[in-house]
């Protein structure tokens, strides 16, 4: 197990674990569900906007948005209209969006591991487990810093 970070200019940002082959981090579409919602935060006030001004804006591919906006609107966190004027809106006042959310609804929960994923999991190690202590305390880091963060912290 190794971790992974993410460096801009100065500034090292904790990303994940990487797990082998895998890495446990958020993928493109959790990062570009908050980019839309930071993207639509800061357009409340014009009311519904195209997708092609947000894809524009934000230089991801249209088709692509289509896919995220689309997961957005059946969590409730957008409102999405059709025809003449339409676009996406967001459905309650930004500082309402805790960060979290926006990412469980996009990439499942943030727990780290089969039995704290699942409270109907049954692992054979649960009761000797030496590393669950750790998971939750990890779990509750991560939970505790992505559901500290409100929608407006990000604009």
């Given at each position: ?6 460096q ?43 997708l ?67 409270a109907?999991?049954d692992?054979?190690r ?20 992505f ?9």
């Open positions: 197990m190794g971790v992974y970070y993410n801009t200019g100065n500034n090292r940002f904790f990303i994940g674990f990487i797990y082998g082959e895998d890495i446990n981090m958020v993928s493109t579409k959790g990062r570009y569900a908050l980019r839309v919602m930071i993207d639509l935060a800061k357009h409340q006030n014009e009311g519904y906007v195209p092609k001004d947000i894809a524009e804006r934000q230089d991801i591919s249209k088709k692509y948005l289509e896919i995220i906006v689309k997961e957005l609107v059946a969590g409730d966190m957008i409102i999405g209209v059709s025809g003449k004027g339409g676009g996406y809106c967001l459905s309650k006042n930004p500082s309402k969006y805790m960060v979290g959310s926006i990412i469980e609804l996009m990439e499942g929960t943030l727990a780290p591991v089969a039995c704290l994923k699942d109907d999991y692992c054979p649960k009761k000797g487990c030496e590393t669950l202590k750790m998971w939750k305390e990890y779990y509750k880091m991560t939970h505790s810093f559901y500290g963060k409100k929608l407006t912290d990000l604009l």
